[in-house]
């Protein structure tokens, strides 16, 4: 069992950068592929990025590549999602996530993946 606990969210103007954090517990993540997922008030969650055990390969959504960077500290257990130039849209709660397998041709998908943490409030205004 892998426990998961974002932070770093908050309230930021548009342009602006946040750094968040997710830091797991009870299971060393270094076996585990690590993505964040978001989700805005009535739309459904949305992948984010994907970061592989060893951190060589990421993936990200078309809307936040070359915004957004993923990365991982397996020393310190912790994963985090360094977001620049953020507009509105980036508003959503977003989540972090472990999925055993190192690759997965559906890492896209919230249900390849097998523990969520909570989540943490990004918003941006305009």
């Known amino acids: 069992q892998v426990q998961l606990v974002e932070s770093g969210g908050g309230l930021v103007q548009a342009g602006g950068s946040l750094r968040l954090s997710c830091e797991a517990s009870?299971?060393?993540?270094?076996?585990?592929?690590m993505g964040w997922f978001r989700q805005a008030p009535g739309k459904e969650r949305e992948f984010v990025a994907r970061?592989?055990?060893?951190?060589?390969?990421?993936y990200y959504a078309d809307s936040v590549k070359g915004r957004f960077t993923i990365s991982r500290d397996n020393a310190k257990n912790t994963v985090y999602l360094q977001m620049n130039n953020l507009n509105a849209e980036d508003t959503a709660v977003y989540y972090c996530?472990?999925?055993?397998?190192?690759?997965?041709?559906?890492?896209?998908?919230?249900?390849?993946?097998?523990?969520w943490g909570q989540g943490t409030q990004v918003t941006v205004s305009s």
């Open positions: 996530a472990a999925d055993r397998a190192d690759y997965s041709s559906t890492y896209y998908y919230s249900s390849s993946y097998d523990y």
């Open positions: 009870r299971r060393a993540i270094s076996r585990y592929s």
């Open positions: 970061i592989s055990w060893s951190g060589g390969n990421t």
